[in-house]
C-alpha cells in the first residue's frame, strides 16, 4: 500500500488559503467598482450642476444665489477629490490582493508538484514491488516445473 502525502495538511491548508486570498480578491473588486460609481456619479452631478449654474448666471442672477452655486461646487470639488482618494487607495487594495492571491497560487503549485512527486514514487515502489512478486512467482512456477522432471 502506497504511503501517504507526508505534507498533504500543508497542501490543504494553501488550498484554503488560496481560497480565502480568492474570495477576499472578490470582495475588493465589487468595493473597487463601488467607489468607482460613485465618482462617476458626483462628476457627473457636478458637470450637470454647473450647467445650471452657467444657465443661471446667463439669465441674471443675484449675489446670494451667485454664492451658493460657487460654495455648493466647492463642496462637490472637495467630495470628488475624497472619493478620488478613496478610489486611488481602492486600487490599491485590489493590487494587495490579487498579489497576496498569486503567494497563495504559487505556494499551492509547489506543494502540488511535491505531491505529484511522491505520487510518482510511490507508483514506481507498488510498481516495483510488483514486478518482484512477479518475479518470485514465475521462479517459483520454473523450480516446481524442474522438480516435477
Do not use: C
Not at 10 to 28: S, Y
Not at 32 to 39: D, I
Not at 122 to 148: G, I, N, S, V
Amino acid at each position: 500500500m502506497s504511503e501517504p502525502f507526508p505534507l498533504q495538511t500543508l497542501l490543504d491548508l494553501a488550498n484554503n488559503r488560496m481560497d480565502d486570498a480568492a474570495r477576499k480578491l472578490g470582495e475588493l473588486i465589487a468595493s473597487e467598482r463601488a467607489v468607482e460609481e460613485k465618482l462617476t456619479l458626483l462628476v457627473d452631478y457636478r458637470k450637470e450642476y454647473q450647467a445650471r449654474f452657467v444657465e443661471a448666471a446667463r439669465n441674471g442672477i443675484g449675489p446670494d444665489a451667485w454664492r451658493n452655486y460657487s460654495a455648493f461646487l466647492l463642496k462637490l470639488d472637495d467630495a470628488i477629490t475624497i472619493q478620488q482618494r478613496a478610489v486611488a487607495d481602492s486600487r490599491r487594495r485590489v493590487e494587495q490582493g490579487q498579489q497576496a492571491w498569486v503567494d497563495q497560487r504559487n505556494k499551492v503549485k509547489a506543494f502540488d508538484t511535491l505531491s505529484q512527486r511522491h505520487q510518482s514514487q510511490q507508483a514506481r515502489k507498488e510498481a516495483k514491488q510488483e514486478q518482484k512478486l512477479t518475479d518470485e512467482h514465475a521462479a517459483k512456477q520454473f523450480r516446481d516445473r524442474d522438480q516435477d522432471d
